[in-house]
């Protein structure tokens, strides 16, 4: 991932509407892509990445997400994400199939229920 000279840049991905990205520990790179409502780690060298959340279309199943926007991943390699047309914070454990909802999940409002 490091510019090495400061002075050209490389394409590592591509077709992507990203809105939000972090780092691990590891340099894998995580990113949300709006469009295909999914997040993917890519580690260094990979183009295509690995769907750690989300890959399943638009919707509000626990397997999917709608519009992801922000990511944060924590040290067991949980990957946290804003999930923005549900409303909900999703936690998704390495290797899971599905996420667990963290935070909200019941509609636009500033309750705390």
């Not at 939000?20 to 709006?34: F, K, P, R």
């Not at 290797?95 to 229920?113: F, P, R, S, Y």
Request: aromatic share 10%; with cysteine; charged share 25%.
């Amino acid at each position: 991932w490091p510019r090495r000279n400061g002075t050209s840049g490389e394409t590592i991905i591509s077709n992507i509407y990203c809105w939000g990205l972090t780092m691990d520990e590891n340099g894998s790179l995580y990113v949300t892509d709006v469009g295909k409502h999914e997040v993917r780690r890519y580690r260094k060298g990979e183009s295509q990445g690995t769907v750690v959340a989300g890959g399943n279309g638009y919707g509000n199943r626990l397997d999917q997400l709608s519009r992801p926007r922000y990511v944060f991943v924590d040290r067991d390699h949980s990957v946290y994400v804003s999930d923005w047309d549900n409303h909900r914070v999703m936690k998704w454990m390495e290797g899971a199939k599905q996420g667990i909802v963290v935070a909200g999940g019941q509609g636009t409002g500033n309750g705390l229920t």
